[in-house]
């Protein structure tokens, strides 16, 4: 039965190797919280397998910490991280040089040299898809971008198209599933398994959101499991994530001038919304060390929200944050938010 088991695993490989099917690896960090079953629908319909990193552990952290730049930000190291975890079993790894995606604001200059900071910063590279980006070149920048893409894979227009199509379908579907109320890795798990998964029920007698870079919310190492551990204090969660990009888009965020940065004005708006909602009743921006945008985001974030009286709490996550003091943190903020609303009375 075993040699049965183990010719069959062979078969499995070797089909593989004979139809000779193209592996192109995305690290599961930055841009993967956002745009994941996008690329994955628009490489899979080229007839790519597409290979993914998994989970941030201190493993992965420490192989970034390793090969980045000392001064990087927290995500960034973690994202070398997974990129070391995908080298060995790619033929290309796919990192886009996104710029500018609404003709107004930018990514991260990270986020832009990314490409080349992986390139140059590790060796033995397998070569990278780092096609650029910017919707402010001309209107169908985006589709001009995914067109390289497929030709480098060798596609023709017409299957190109068909994949970019789909591809959208796909991300829309994600966005649907936000706004539901799932979060991003609910969401992309709901897709890629077709496993009907809901929102967790709002049993919870407090309503936090939780807002700030998804890479940095989402990734349960980063983030120290701040969602769950939230949960499990009978917190209900929304995060920025859960916003309509329409809803904020038309969010005004207190400022006179628009923030440089695509993730920092995002954050600074769907806090601005947040905190007008009466169903919220705490805020809590998570932040990551070494961000330098975060620096004047945070600030602006207090200075813009001054006059609402939801109780807000920053928190800035670093390579040695542990368990112990995040839950601290947090149980000293929930229990404030209790008192507040003078919830000890009924408990
Ligand atoms: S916005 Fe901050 S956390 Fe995000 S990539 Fe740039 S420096 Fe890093």
Known sequence: MHRIIILLILNINSVGSVLNVLRIGIPSALFYYVYYPMWKTFLEELDVQVVTS???TRQLLNYGVREALADACVPVKVFFGHVMALIDQVDYLFIPRIVCLNKKTVYCPKFLGLPDMIRYGIAN???????????????DKLFAAYYKVGKILGKTPRQITKALLKAKTSQYKFQKLLRSGLQPIEAIDNISTGKKQKPLDNKGELKFAVVGYPYIIHDQYISVGIINKLHKMNINVVTSDNISPFTLKLQRHGSSKRLFWTFSERTLRAT??????????????????????????????????????IPFMSLVIDEQSGEAG?????EAFVDMVKRKKGAYRNA
């Open 54 to 56: 998994g989970d941030t």
């Open 326 to 330: 995040v839950t601290t943190r947090l």
């Open 272 to 309: 601005r919304y947040f905190a007008g909602r009466k169903d919220i009743d705490g805020i809590i921006h998570l932040s990551a060390f070494g961000c330098g945008p975060d620096s004047i985001l945070d600030r602006f974030i207090q200075l813009n929200n001054q006059s609402s009286t």
């Open 125 to 139: 590279m397998p070569p990278i898809i780092d096609v650029r980006i910017d919707a402010r070149d001309h209107k």
